[in-house]
């Protein structure tokens, strides 16, 4: 296992640009970046990647972008998104990628917070989105605009992208000058969080937060050399921007970009890589499409498939409770996972993958107990943009249903009086920048408030039972932590979002919405005609499949945690409808505004 002591020493006189050199250098010809599957995918090489950031990089220096500009992009999933944030950082700038999602005002906010020198946009759609804003920025000096057929006529603030990528020498004396004036400790870049409980806050990370963090999760869990991964999530995803950019650049690896969250099934089958992370709601997509996979199996096939996954899933409960596998079952399970579940796991192309990972969101047990039961071990990890990412990590060695793992060597974790955990550690952010650009610590001591309240085990695990601003305190004087009944909803595979309310209040009910994927899958092999989800929704056989639901989860609930009323939506609820967030967390104010009504009436009788 490695220790705190060796991470740290790993870390020392590393920066993101001399890691990019260092690739480009050793592994000239392998392949970094990959954009798209099939015959029309198209591959950068570390050698030409930083050929290609060197070029953006002289051009940003002629726009005056400098260290402690800041610079917005606005850009989908493509190698230009890459090359343009990592250009920034050779010249000390802290890039900062946005949300597709995110609302006119949300997009106001961090402009005008983030005082960004340099705006680089994608094409017409985010012109088009930014073009009302434009006048209200007065630091912003310069737009780059990828697409040149939409730059405005006349308006001397456009820039074309390309006409910034001049033929600069990967290796001139200019660029190897920045490369090596960049610090550990110095800024890197900023990710806002997505204000689910008041407005964005920029969060600073520096280089040594990033490359500890990566080489961390590098250590606790091993993949083979230069390994595969895909980049789906938002590049304004604290865990894409670990997993999908600086990640790769520690190690090697090669990214495939997948730009279309639709087309996540077909990069996982093209790519199969060795390591995986997903929130929540992807992992219950992913463990759906299976059941339905073995629904369809004939009936000797599925007794076998049934008899490998028994085995599996008892492997993993006694791993999960940290007790001994007896060495005829780990054999066994051994056996039975190569010749009958991994062309399962192979289905959704995860039969190579050495690292499955979970977090943003707690997780349904019973999703676990079923990937697990395939071959699938997916384990925990909690943490925050103000962490990097994950500060706690499961790994086979050390891991239990419910838990999010132990705080990773070098990071320390304990509960204030109030239950709130606090961290620190070398993964914690220097601060949060402020509207005039400096970075305003958000430590007391050197403990972060992570404002999750929590449990740490004799084992050391730690339990995340809720948000602390999100506690349910009922009328009666009850705390109750919703997240924990809302994972007990959500097991249901006809349930796509579950929310419980009952803030001052006399009793607990929740929301539940469709899966507006699962749902239709679920009435075809009900025999149910309809597949609309507004029929559904009101259509008997799914109130009283989710009335069984209800009752279940309130079987594992104390009295004061049960639901009493709950009604059922159609959804599906997105970002664009209010209430998620662009990280598809729950903005409970905005829901309990949206469905006063529907909330209202659940209180209207008496219980």
């Known amino acids: 296992m490695v220790t705190a002591e060796q ?21 000239a010809d392998r392949p970094a970046l990959t954009s798209g599957i099939g015959p029309d995918a198209s591959t950068l090489s570390w050698s030409r990647l930083r050929t290609e950031v060197a070029a953006f990089t002289h051009g940003l220096s002629t726009l005056g972008l400098s260290r402690g500009d800041r610079m917005l992009i606005a850009m989908s999933k493509r190698p230009e ?4 944030d990592l250009a920034a950082v050779h010249l000390g700038a802290l890039a900062c990628s946005l ?23 994608e094409g017409e759609e985010q012109l088009r989105r930014w073009g009302p804003l434009l006048d209200e920025l007065p630091r912003l000096r310069t737009v780059v605009v990828l697409d040149r057929d939409v730059l405005p006529e006349g308006d001397r603030r456009f820039v074309a992208y390309h006409d910034l990528l001049g033929e600069v020498p990967p290796r001139s004396a200019e660029f190897e000058a920045l490369t090596d004036a960049v610090t550990e400790d110095q800024p890197l870049t900023v990710v806002y969080t997505s204000g689910t409980t008041g407005e964005p806050k920029g969060v600073v990370l520096s280089h040594r937060n990033v490359i500890y963090e990566s080489l961390m999760q590098d250590h606790l869990v091993t993949v083979p050399e230069h390994p595969r991964t895909v980049a789906y999530l938002p590049m304004a995803h604290i865990a894409e921007r670990v997993l999908g950019i600086y990640m790769p650049i520690c190690n090697a690896g090669h990214v495939t970009v997948c730009a279309d969250p639709a087309q996540l099934l077909p990069t996982l089958l093209a790519v199969r890589p060795h390591g995986f992370f997903g929130v929540p709601r992807v992992w219950e997509k992913l463990a759906a499409g299976v059941r339905a996979r073995l629904g369809a199996l004939p009936a000797a096939q599925a007794a076998a498939v049934a008899r490998a996954q028994e085995a599996a ?34 289905a959704i192309g995860l039969d190579d993958c050495r690292r499955g990972f979970s977090g943003a ?7 676990l107990e079923f990937l697990a039961g395939v071959g699938l071990d997916v384990y925990e990890v909690w943490g925050l943009s103000e962490t990097t990412g994950a500060a706690t990590v499961s790994t086979p060695e050390a891991f239990a249903l419910g838990a999010v793992g132990r705080p990773a060597p070098g990071v320390e974790a304990r509960t204030a009086d109030d239950g709130e955990l606090l961290v620190r550690g070398p993964v914690v952010f220097p601060g949060y920048l402020t509207a005039d650009g400096t970075i305003a610590p958000a430590t007391h001591g050197d403990w972060l408030p992570t404002g999750d309240v929590g449990t740490i085990d004799e084992r050391g695990l730690v339990r995340i039972t809720d948000r602390k601003k999100e506690l349910i305190i009922t009328s009666g004087g009850k705390n109750i932590a919703p997240t924990k009944i809302e994972s007990l909803l959500r097991a249901h595979p006809l349930v796509g979002q579950a929310v419980a309310i009952g803030d001052r209040r006399r009793y607990i009910t929740a929301l539940l919405v469709l899966d507006e994927e699962t749902a ?44 009493k009323r709950y009604r059922l939506l159609a959804g ?26 529907t909330i209202e009436s659940m209180y209207a009788v008496q219980v």
């Open 572 to 597: 599906p609820w997105t970002p664009e409808s209010g209430e998620l967030t662009p990280k598809l967390s729950l903005r409970r104010e905005a829901i309990g505004r949206l469905h006063a009504a």
């Open 361 to 367: 969101a707690p997780i349904p047990t019973a999703v």
């Open 99 to 121: 949300y597709d999602t995110s609302s006119t005002e949300q997009l106001r906010y961090v402009a005008r917070h983030s005082a960004a020198a340099v705006l680089v946009l």
């Open 7 to 27: 991470l740290h020493r790993s870390v020392e006189g590393l920066t993101i640009p001399r890691l990019l050199r260092r690739n480009a250098r050793e592994f």
């Open 313 to 346: 899933l008892e492997v993993f409960r006694l791993r999960s409770a940290g007790g001994h596998v007896p060495a005829e079952l780990a054999e066994r399970r051994a056996q039975l996972d190569e010749r009958v579940l991994r062309p399962i796991q192979a």
């Open 520 to 563: 239709p899958l679920w009435a075809r092999t009900n025999g149910i005609a309809t597949t609309d989800l507004g029929e559904l929704s009101r259509h008997p056989e799914v109130l009283a499949s989710l009335d069984q639901a209800v009752a279940e989860a309130n079987s594992a609930l104390s009295r004061a945690e049960q639901v």
């Open 81 to 84: 998104h890459w090359v343009a």
